[in-house]
T-cell receptor, first 114, second 112 residues
Framework: AQSVTQLDSQVPVFEEAPVELRCNYS??????LFWYVQYPNQGLQLLLK??????LVKGINGFEAEFNKSQTSFHLRKPSVHISDTAEYFC????????????FGGGTRLMVKP | DTGVSQDPRHKITKRGQNVTFRCDPI?????LYWYRQTLGQGPEFLTY????????KSRLLSDRFSAERPKGSFSTLEIQRTEQGDSAMYLC??????????FGSGTRLTVV
């Protein structure tokens, strides 16, 4: 079984400041890692994913994340946030079994203030 | 291709009634997933199909829930005898061979 912990339920930040949203996971097997963003009353949009290869993954909208196997972490970062980045962010993990269903963390609400 | 479509977007029903939701995945994707998301929580896995075969079901999927994917195309999720605890957003996703999951906009169910 696998689990995902998002350490911060809310992160307030001023516009143009950098931000890091933290994600830790536990799994007994190799995993694939994902970050999704959800705007109010909408579905989930993929920001980026790590399947293999370089541990630094670049995604859409200027976001990036770094896979750290020894610390079982996959933190999301953006060097300069915009008001439009205000949303709920979910980290998810998928193991290598046939189903590959996603297990999500509880989410982090990013609140960008002017 | 317009992505994953879910219908209806919103459904309000009285406790005890049956409801059915529909999901139309991306046509090339043979894997389809249903998730449930309650307020302030991350989505939780319900069930998954590969083509028309339902291969896995979560313990969350009680016997009041049933899902189908006839002919491996669209899928339906039915909840019988709805309870207030069933109020949630029901999300559908389809997946390509590169582990690209695409989610629909969801169906928000309110049981009154």
């Amino acid at each position: 079984a696998q689990s995902v912990t998002q350490l911060d339920s809310q992160v307030p930040v001023f516009e143009e400041a950098p931000v890091e949203l933290r994600c830790n996971y536990s799994s007994s097997v190799s995993v694939y890692l994902f970050w999704y963003v959800q705007y109010p009353n909408q579905g989930l949009q993929l920001l980026l994913k790590y399947l293999s290869g370089s541990t630094l993954v670049k995604g859409i909208n200027g976001f990036e994340a770094e896979f750290n196997k020894s610390q079982t972490s996959f933190h999301l970062r953006k060097p300069s946030v915009h008001i439009s980045d205000t949303a709920e962010y979910f980290c998810a993990v998928s193991d290598n079994n046939a189903g590959n269903m996603l297990t999500f963390g509880g989410g982090t609400r990013l609140m960008v203030k002017p | 291709d317009t992505g994953v479509s879910q219908d209806p977007r919103h459904k309000i029903t009285k406790r005890g009634q049956n409801v059915t939701f529909r999901c139309d995945p991306i046509s090339e994707h043979n894997r389809l997933y249903w998730y449930r998301q309650t307020l302030g929580q991350g989505p939780e896995f319900l069930t998954y199909f590969q083509n028309e075969a339902q291969l896995e079901k979560s313990r969350l999927l009680s016997d009041r829930f049933s899902a189908e994917r006839p002919k491996g195309s669209f899928s339906t999720l039915e909840i019988q005898r709805t309870e207030q605890g069933d109020s949630a957003m029901y999300l559908c996703a389809s997946r390509d061979t590169g582990y690209g999951y695409t989610f629909g906009s969801g169906t928000r169910l309110t049981v009154v």
